[in-house]
């Protein structure tokens, strides 16, 4: 039985500026580690693997969440593949978070140079916008309006 989401892994050109991105949506630094090969990079499959893995702790969560950056030594190569943000590709589609006021964290959010990618909606009883993140990822603010959500 799945309990709860744990952490999201985001492979990062440059750690610093996603850090900052994720303080402004309330994530702090935890743990930092140097994967250089051994036992993190034979389990991803990738035995030579150099990295920073940095983690970033989402202050108040219960349960607890983490975002996970990965920065790559030496950076991989751009990809010749679709943007991320085009969300109609398959894999990763987009990251969501829920907040209790969404028209305040969007003008924290605007207010801090993060860009919109949408009009706000109202969809099952939940207000949404979607936003580009570091590396170009989508990311999306959830505010429930206290109904059930229908499953």
């Known amino acids: 039985m799945i309990l709860n989401p744990d952490h999201i892994t985001i492979a990062v050109a440059d750690a610093g500026p996603a850090i900052e991105f994720f303080k402004l949506l ?3 630094k935890g743990h930092v580690a140097t994967i250089d090969g051994g036992v ?8 030579a693997m150099k990295a920073q893995h940095i983690t970033l702790v989402l202050e108040g ?3 607890h969440f983490e975002i996970q950056l990965l920065e790559f030594d030496p950076p991989p190569g751009t990809d010749p593949g679709a943007h991320p943000t085009n969300l109609r590709t398959r894999g990763f589609n987009h990251l969501a978070f ?15 140079g993060v860009t919109v990618l ?12 979607l936003f580009e ?15 059930e959500v229908p499953g």
């Not at 829920?98 to 969007?106: G, Q």
């Not at 993140?133 to 109904?147: C, H």
């Open 26 to 28: 309330g994530f702090r």
């Open 40 to 47: 993190p990079a034979r389990y991803m499959g990738m035995p």
């Open 61 to 63: 969560a219960d349960p």
């Open 98 to 112: 829920r907040v209790d006021d969404i028209e305040a964290m969007t003008a924290h959010l605007v207010a801090n």
């Open 118 to 129: 949408s009009d706000e909606m109202d969809y099952i009883n939940r207000k949404l916008r």
């Open 133 to 147: 993140g570091p590396e170009g990822i989508t990311f999306e603010l959830v505010q429930q309006d206290g109904s």
